[in-house]
């Protein structure tokens, strides 16, 4: 099954069922993003809204997108603010044109095989100096076999996923971003396990 087909098939569950990694992420955008500037948020792959509820108050705008119909229409039950829009697209054509203060995308880069293209939409949506909140699920859990995955009908279905190591982040973000911060996020904050979150905050720098 293609990703958003499964997605739109996961999109009435995706926020009930039990999920380590959508919880942790959640915990971690708002320790991370504590002094962002919020006035002009894009946010890439937005789901069923877990983030965008809590952007909604900080944001002076914010433009939310995501690829997935099912997922927009959960996003949009949750969400009916005039200064929040929902809109449909895929993150690996051109992104809309606007420019932003602030991109977040949590849990969406395991989809998506290329992250040049990625980090070539994202500086070009931002002004110099604004900031790139990425959250992913950690390389090493990856390779330990944790997947996005959910059942359907009694049918485990997994998702297609790209293993992205740290080195291609910081070879995609080059010319373009400084990594200002890397964090990696444990279980109940057991760090003797293997991590299971990796955020990073990009900030473009001025020749990009
Ligand atoms: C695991 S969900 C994360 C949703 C939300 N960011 C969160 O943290 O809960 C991944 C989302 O990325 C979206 N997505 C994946 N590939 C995409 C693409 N190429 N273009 C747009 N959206 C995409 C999916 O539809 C899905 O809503």
Redesign the pocket.
Same mark, same amino acid.
Do not use: P
């Given at each position: 099954m293609d990703?958003?087909s499964a997605?739109?098939n996961?999109?009435a569950t995706?926020d009930t069922v039990q999920n380590k990694?959508?919880d942790l *992420?959640?915990m971690a955008?708002k320790e991370v993003l504590t002094s962002s500037d919020f006035s002009k948020v894009l946010?890439?792959?937005?789901?069923?809204?877990?983030?965008?509820s809590w952007l909604q108050h900080r944001a002076g705008k914010l433009l939310a997108?995501?690829?997935?119909e099912?997922?927009?229409t959960e996003a949009r039950k949750k969400i009916n603010a005039t200064h929040v829009d929902f809109r449909q697209?895929?993150?690996?054509?051109a992104w809309p044109s606007s420019t932003n203060t602030l991109i977040?995308?949590?849990?969406?880069l *395991?989809?998506?095989k290329e992250l040049d293209f990625i980090f070539e939409q994202a500086a070009k949506s931002l002004e110099t100096g604004g900031i790139f909140y990425i959250?992913e699920l950690h390389p090493y859990k990856q390779l330990e076999g944790s997947r996005?995955k959910f059942e359907q009908s009694g049918q485990l279905i997994e998702l297609e996923y790209f293993i992205h190591h740290i080195s291609d982040f910081m070879a995609s973000a080059k010319n373009k971003f400084n990594c200002i911060e890397l964090k990696e996020w444990f279980d109940d904050g057991n760090r003797n396990s293997t991590p299971r979150l990796i955020s990073f905050l990009f900030q473009k720098i001025d020749r990009a």
């Open positions: 990703t958003k997605y739109n996961w999109a995706y990694t959508r *992420e959640l955008i946010e890439i792959g937005c789901g069923t809204g877990k983030n965008t997108l995501d690829f997935s099912g997922m927009l697209a895929d993150l690996t054509q977040i995308c949590s849990l969406v *395991e989809h998506i959250c996005a």
